[in-house]
């Protein structure tokens, strides 16, 4: 079975399937085993046969932008791990930006600026694809991928059809949308911004990503922020109130920068992350009585 799908994989001609491959090195985390399958295909009707061919061979299958919300298992994954970053080709329409999933958000960001198109500032700097802010409904500094999205075209991996949706019917929320609960592939997204002055876009991305840069732990490996913001709290301060800040286990570590992060600080293994999670978890429930959420996703068998 693994010929003849390696063998309808590569007929394409337009996807690269690698085996054995590691992951750490598509993890900004920079962690994680071998997967059975990395697929790369280059266009969204590589990327939709791709998902089609692992669901027609009973393989299981992940679909990874950027790799920067997620952390890939120290045992890998026996399944295909199917990246986008080749599904990113973009259209400038006026005040419309039409982007396939596997664009980078700053990248985006950047053909607005350019276009002199204000709306996407607060995303230069985030390190994800257009397909994950979608999914996550990326936000910061006050903005969110909902306040521009317009509609998104997905693949219905259960029916195998294709659809357009207006954003309302998104269910977008903090750090939420109907991808997350529904077995669709998102594989492009529209964003109607406004007319800006070019300059006065550029210094306020230079800002947000001078914000970061201060007061984030970018100098390390990480996903990020680890935790979703529980309800009436911000994850970050109650794990500094608790004692946490600098907490190891392995070379997992609570930042010293910004409590909310958790960093590899050079060989941490998934186990180290999990493990610190659990006792952050533990502890803000004990002290505060608050359920924090992890918001990146552990990709396992």
């Known amino acids: 079975m693994r010929e003849d799908f390696l063998s309808v994989i590569a007929a394409r001609g337009d996807t690269q399937i690698k085996q054995n491959e590691g992951l750490a090195k598509y993890s900004t985390f920079?962690?994680?085993g071998e997967a059975r399958y990395a697929i790369f295909p280059e266009n969204k009707n590589a990327l939709?046969?791709?998902?089609?061919?692992?669901?027609?061979?009973?393989?299981?299958?992940?679909?990874?932008?950027?790799?920067?919300?997620?952390?890939?298992?120290?045992?890998?994954?026996?399944?295909?791990?199917?990246?986008?970053?080749?599904?990113?080709?973009?259209?400038?329409?006026?005040?419309i930006i039409r982007s396939e999933c596997g664009l980078p958000l700053s990248a985006l960001s950047t053909i607005a600026k350019n276009a002199s198109l204000s709306g996407l500032e607060f995303a230069f700097g985030i390190p994800g694809s257009v397909g994950g802010a979608v999914y996550m409904n990326a936000g910061a500094y006050g903005g969110e991928i909902k306040d521009t999205l317009t509609e998104v075209e997905y693949f219905d991996t259960e029916t195998e059809t294709l659809h357009r949706a207006p954003a309302a019917e998104l269910a977008l929320g903090y750090r939420e949308s109907i991808f997350q609960h529904k077995p669709y592939l998102l594989l492009s997204a529209t964003f109607a911004l406004h007319r800006g002055d070019r300059a006065e876009i550029e210094e306020k991305m230079a800002s947000n990503m001078a914000a970061r840069k201060d007061k984030q732990p970018l100098e390390y490996p990480s996903a990020g922020s680890a935790f979703r913001r529980p309800v009436g709290h911000f994850a970050a301060k109650l794990i500094d109130d608790a004692g946490l800040r600098g907490l190891s286990c392995g070379d997992a570590q609570v930042s010293e920068k910004h409590a909310g992060f958790i960093i590899n600080r050079g060989s941490a293994t998934s186990s180290d992350v999990l493990e610190?999670?659990?006792?952050?978890?533990?502890?803000?429930?004990?002290?505060?009585?608050?359920s924090l959420e992890t918001e990146f996703i552990h990709i396992k068998d």
Do not use: H, M, Q
């Open 30 to 32: 920079k962690i994680g």
């Open 48 to 95: 939709v046969f791709a998902v089609a061919a692992c669901r027609e061979f009973d393989i299981p299958c992940r679909v990874i932008g950027c790799g920067s919300n997620v952390l890939f298992d120290d045992g890998g994954f026996s399944g295909a791990v199917i990246f986008t970053k080749w599904v990113n080709k973009t259209e400038v329409s006026e005040n």
């Open 276 to 290: 610190l999670c659990r006792i952050i978890k533990e502890e803000v429930a004990g002290r505060y009585g608050v």
